[in-house]
């Protein structure tokens, strides 16, 4: 196995936690927001839109091409109230709670994310691409191949407790 047919693999699991995560769901069980520790959490949509966009806007990074989101028209069909650039990082809670969709939307966004994603890996990564330095402002710098296992652990978490907080709701 390549290292480019491994991270296909990898990427390729996330779409199908991501429609697990927001199967049937109605928008009052994907924008629920429960307490823990008196501060609101974030709701399933938020955490599965989260990690769409990360991906979208990481991946594009590294591939040096446009978002989806916006050269596929997936922010004019979410219609959300954010900027075409914002991707979750450093939201306030009401930028949390603005992120509405439904469960079908988010779960297309993904998987949609992914196929171009592992369409990349699979056609243009090498090994020395994974080595190719994207940020040298660390120690050590941050790697094409760093940047998608970044990706990838942010994706995995956060769609993790996306399922996590579906059972926490009964749904």
């Not at 697990?20 to 839109?49: F, H, M, S, Y």
């Not at 994207?134 to 760093?146: E, F, H, L, M």
């Amino acid at each position: 196995m390549t290292p480019a047919e491994l991270l296909v693999d990898a990427f390729d699991r996330l779409p199908d936690l991501g429609r697990a995560a927001v199967a049937d769901l109605d928008d009052a069980t994907l924008t629920r927001r429960p307490e823990l520790g008196g501060d609101p959490v974030n709701p399933i949509a938020w955490l599965v839109w989260h990690a769409a966009r990360v991906q979208d806007d990481h991946v594009a990074d590294l591939r040096g091409a446009e978002q989806l989101w916006t050269a596929d028209g997936w922010s004019s069909r979410f219609g959300l109230p954010l900027a075409d650039d914002d991707i979750g990082y450093g939201h306030s809670s009401e930028q949390v709670s603005a992120v509405r969709a439904p469960g079908d939307l988010l779960a297309d966004y993904l998987a949609a994310v992914t196929a171009s994603t592992t369409a990349w890996l699979a056609d243009a990564v090498t090994p020395e691409e994974l080595d190719r330095v994207v940020d040298a402002g660390w120690d050590p710098p941050v790697t094409v191949g760093v940047r998608l296992v970044s990706v990838l652990g942010d994706d995995t978490q956060h769609l993790g407790q996306a399922a996590y907080l579906r059972g926490m709701l009964g749904a």
